[in-house]
């Protein structure tokens, strides 16, 4: 073959094509750390499949969402792209669900962020999960409330009323009338199940938990500053000694549930362009960076709340509940569900 006056050999011709390929795939081909689609490609359906029953639950790592369901609001709003049976397919287990009480009454709380209404009532979020979870009884998800605006104080009890009428009571852990639960759950107790969070005075129903948040630190000046600190909050607050998983040797500290949040703003500080979708963007790929170099010697527990997280990230911190998982004769969901796209 001859171009402009060359002679091009056969194998020549391979070398170029092959270039010409990995060149491709480096550009198209790219892992995806930050999602801002509405459609999800690569699904984590039932990851919690084969988890060890006796595992308590604060040892697992769980890839949650910051303002779960705050879709709509433009730039200075939206946290995630995904709706909330997306973000399920996608394998995320925890939802951070802001509500506002607006008339002060049960089947009318609707999600919210500030005061920004994003279209979705509590009763439907309640729906839409325990619909999942009667689909896939192995799984587990977490929810934690923040009441916003007014009438706050009347949030639990109205949450806790419309879980009555809607008979989803079977659904929620802690029970909501009986048996005492545990502070730290293990899976066993709480397979199909919407496992609520308790935050403090604001909504005092739930198991106890512990954020490395502090007042402030969502407002982003300088996202390798948030990154940094978000970081060290991982290697210092959500990381195992080693990778033991004897639940003998458990210490207090260890069955604590930490919770991170990797998101922020810099809106609230007059810096406008770093919106939550752009500090995720650069945030979400240096997290899938490091945590791929943990995963070799560490193991990590606690709930990573991601804005705009992508299938990928999702999927490294899943794969960090390996050292968790038991294999089961005739069943093969819990592996399956750790590689992406089936289901």
């Not at 369901?69 to 951070?96: H, I, M």
């Not at 609707?110 to 009667?134: E, R």
């Not at 009571?169 to 009338?177: F, T």
Request: with cysteine; proline share 5%.
């Amino acid at each position: 073959m001859k171009m402009n006056g060359r002679t091009f050999h056969s194998k020549q011709i391979h070398c170029i094509f092959l270039l010409l390929l990995t060149f491709y795939h480096g550009c198209y081909g790219t892992a995806k750390y930050f999602n801002d689609q509405e459609t999800l490609e690569e699904e984590n359906l039932e990851w919690m499949t084969n988890i060890n029953n006796d595992i308590e639950l604060s040892k697992l790592f769980i890839p949650g969402t910051h303002d779960s369901l705050a879709l709509y609001g433009g730039p200075a709003a939206k946290c995630q792209s995904w709706n909330l049976e997306t973000q399920l397919k996608a394998g995320v287990r925890y939802f951070d669900l802001r509500v506002w009480n607006i008339f002060n009454r049960p089947t009318k709380m609707i999600l919210t962020h500030g005061l920004v209404i994003q279209f979705k009532l509590l009763s439907s979020v309640f729906q839409d999960m325990v619909q999942f979870l009667t689909k896939y009884e192995s799984e587990t998800i977490l929810i934690r409330i923040k009441p916003e605006l007014w009438h706050k104080k009347d949030v639990k009890a109205n949450t806790l009323t419309l879980l009555s009428t809607l008979k989803y009571q079977k659904y929620v852990y802690p029970p909501l009338k009986g048996q005492s639960p545990a502070e730290s759950p293990k899976m066993k107790d709480v397979r199909g199940k919407i496992v609520f969070l308790k935050l403090n005075d604001a909504f005092d129903f739930g198991i106890p938990y512990t954020t490395t948040h502090k007042s402030g630190e969502h407002k982003v000046a300088d996202i390798e500053d948030k990154f940094n600190m978000v970081l060290g909050y991982i290697n210092t607050q959500m990381t195992s000694n080693d990778k033991t998983t004897d639940i003998d040797e458990q210490t207090e500290e260890d069955q604590d549930l930490i919770l991170t949040y990797s998101s922020g703003t810099g809106w609230p500080i007059g810096r406008p362009l770093s919106t939550p979708k752009k500090i995720a963007k650069d945030i979400n790929n240096q997290l899938a960076k490091n945590l791929n170099e943990l995963s070799t010697t560490t193991v990590l527990h606690g709930i990573l709340a991601m804005d705009f997280p992508g299938p990928d990230l999702i999927k490294i911190v899943i794969d960090f509940n390996k050292p968790h998982l038991v294999d089961k004769p005739g069943t093969s969901n819990g592996k399956r569900s750790l590689k992406r796209g089936q289901a």
